[in-house]
């Protein structure tokens, strides 16, 4: 398995990755525009991409890391405006098959979605993959378990963080793991017994400080060896 980390905002890329000195396996990023793109050209590392909304900039930003040679990139289902899943899928399908020219692969995450919502997406659209937010999964009533069993078979990537549950976008605390109520234990078992091997991304909030991100990484990679 590969662990990698969120760094955000990326003015502070370097001076963090000098601080987890190797850690990290390569670094999910979020990046705004053009310029983040040129700040990061040269650096020897491996990145990951998280895209903007279906109807924002999502194109464009695909269109920019391709630069960055990534292998997979993050996206919402969700969309700032208001629109029909069918719609939404319109434009997933059409997203893959860019990516797909640039050997990219594209990973849905489910955000406020439940586990059927998110299977219909993935049987419409045969190519897509699946990333687990194991946060985003304990919220409005869902259980990142019954996602880990049911969408296994599509699962290539995760984001990790916690939280205390809720059923509201503000209940999305991105909390280090251990600071709220998940059950990380079950959750490891469930990726040994699949024999997951891919990518795994610590996504906790930049309000906390590096220190702090970097003994969660530690703590991730060695309870994951030991399970």
């Given at each position: 398995?590969?662990?990698?980390?969120?760094?955000?905002?990326?003015?502070?890329?370097?001076?963090?990755?000098?601080?987890?000195?190797?850690?990290?396996?390569?670094?999910?990023?979020?990046?705004?525009?053009?310029?983040?793109?040129?700040?990061?050209?040269?650096?020897?590392?491996?990145?990951?991409?998280?895209?903007?909304?279906?109807?924002?900039?999502?194109?464009?930003?695909?269109?920019?890391?391709?630069?960055?040679?990534?292998?997979?990139?993050?996206?919402?289902?969700?969309?700032?405006?208001?629109?029909?899943?069918?719609?939404?899928?319109?434009?997933?399908?059409?997203?893959?098959?860019?990516?797909?020219?640039?050997?990219?692969?594209?990973?849905?995450?489910?955000?406020?979605?439940?586990?059927?919502?998110?299977r219909r997406v993935l049987e419409a659209i045969p190519g897509l993959m699946f990333c687990l937010d194991i946060g985003h999964a304990n919220l409005f009533s869902n259980n990142p378990i019954d996602f880990l069993k049911a969408?296994?078979?599509?699962?290539?990537?995760?984001?990790?963080?916690?939280?205390?549950?809720?059923?509201?976008?503000?209940?999305?605390?991105?909390?280090?793991?251990?600071?709220?109520?998940?059950?990380?234990?079950?959750?490891?078992?469930?990726?040994?017994?699949?024999?997951?091997?891919?990518?795994?991304?610590?996504?906790?909030?930049p309000r906390f400080p590096i220190d702090i991100r970097i003994e969660s990484l530690r703590l991730i990679r060695t309870l994951l060896k030991e399970n």
């Amino acid at each position: 398995m590969e662990f990698g980390i969120f760094l955000s905002p990326l003015q502070r890329f370097r001076e963090e990755r000098m601080l987890l000195d190797g850690l990290a396996d390569y670094y999910e990023i979020f990046p705004s525009g053009e310029e983040d793109i040129e700040l990061l050209q040269g650096e020897d590392c491996k990145f990951l991409v998280h895209l903007p909304e279906l109807d924002g900039p999502c194109f464009e930003t695909l269109e920019l890391v391709r630069f960055l040679k990534v292998e997979k990139v993050v996206v919402h289902f969700k969309t700032k405006k208001e629109m029909k899943d069918d719609e939404k899928i319109s434009l997933l399908k059409r997203l893959l098959k860019r990516a797909g020219e640039y050997r990219v692969k594209v990973c849905l995450e489910n955000t406020i979605e439940d586990v059927e919502t998110i299977r219909r997406v993935l049987e419409a659209i045969p190519g897509l993959m699946f990333c687990l937010d194991i946060g985003h999964a304990n919220l409005f009533s869902n259980n990142p378990i019954d996602f880990l069993k049911a969408l296994s078979d599509r699962l290539e990537h995760i984001h990790l963080h916690d939280n205390f549950g809720g059923n509201s976008e503000k209940d999305d605390l991105h909390l280090p793991p251990g600071y709220g109520n998940i059950n990380f234990k079950d959750l490891f078992l469930g990726l040994k017994s699949i024999e997951y091997d891919k990518t795994l991304t610590l996504e906790v909030s930049p309000r906390f400080p590096i220190d702090i991100r970097i003994e969660s990484l530690r703590l991730i990679r060695t309870l994951l060896k030991e399970n």
